[in-house]
């Protein structure tokens, strides 16, 4: 069985971090050793929020733990998400470069939380230029979205042609496997907007297209990049891995909606993770 570390967020209401991306990686057949950065009572963008961010000294001692048992030679890969401190930042980049020198050919994906289109960045100072300076360097595929590959890159690229190109500048200069950027807008076709998923390597790329949605429930990233690792550790090719992910993605979303749920209802509808939904065919961009 396949297995990943997985440095997140920990909400007890809702789905969002680790509450959005450990089930349905373990409903894949994946086992994951979650950690997590923050504990809070649910996500920010409800009218009130309790809990905290994960001292940087326990972090450590829980990294020390799955290390002790063996769990850094047994994983298949690491997966970083939200990063509450400059503090815990500092931690998951020391663990990730341990976890390396014990499994050279690990995976580590790193999603760089730190903003969104419309929100600007939601995380502490100093924390986009550890991601770019400490994790970017470590990781092996990245998964942010178009504000935060903007960010990352220093670009504001306006098209796909464009947005291959600065991923491969990307890919060449931090030796990455691949980039995935999701929530890239496309031109209106026939009064319908549609939104995309790119997946960029150093020769080839691919584009997997989707109706544009108005809302979009908070812990799409964290359920879209859990899927993602998921079916990677499982054998998968980036490419088919981006589209299991967001056809599952996106139908989970579409019920959601439809619900009048404000949550991500993965659990309600948990067999869109594994049904074989391809709605949404992959498109090579060359």
Request: charged fraction near 20%; charge should be neutral.
């Amino acid at each position: 069985m396949p297995s990943v570390i997985s440095v997140q967020s920990h909400v007890c209401y809702g789905h969002v971090g680790n509450s959005a991306a450990v089930f349905p990686m373990q409903k894949l057949g994946v086992e994951v050793h979650s950690i997590p950065t923050t504990v809070l009572s649910n996500h920010p963008a409800h009218s009130s929020v309790y809990g905290r961010a994960i001292e940087s000294l326990l972090l450590h001692d829980l990294f020390l733990g799955l290390e002790d048992r063996g769990a850094f030679k047994s994983s298949d890969g690491i997966l970083s998400g939200y990063l509450a401190s400059v503090e815990n930042a500092k931690v998951i980049a020391n663990a990730i470069k341990s976890y390396k020198q014990l499994k050279p050919k690990g995976l580590y994906c790193l999603d760089p939380v730190m903003g969104d289109r419309g929100k600007g960045l939601f995380v502490s100072e100093g924390i986009p230029e550890l991601i770019i300076d400490q994790l970017l360097p470590l990781a092996d595929i990245i998964t942010p979205n178009k504000f935060e590959f903007d960010v990352i890159t220093q670009t504001n690229a306006k098209t796909f042609s464009e947005m291959i190109s600065v991923a491969r500048l990307l890919i060449k200069k931090n030796s990455l496997r691949c980039v995935v950027v999701t929530s890239a807008e496309q031109p209106v076709d026939k009064g319908k907007p549609k939104i995309g998923v790119l997946v960029v390597k150093a020769e080839t790329a691919w584009l997997i297209s989707t109706p544009y949605l108005a809302v979009s429930p908070s812990g799409a990233g964290d359920l879209f990049t859990g899927l993602f690792v998921g079916w990677i550790v499982r054998g998968f090719s980036e490419q088919f891995a981006a589209q299991k992910a967001i056809c599952a993605l996106y139908r989970i979303i579409e019920l959601t909606l439809s619900a009048g749920k404000e949550e991500l209802d993965i659990i309600t509808h948990q067999d869109c993770i594994i049904n074989d939904i391809e709605n949404y065919p992959l498109k090579k961009c060359e």
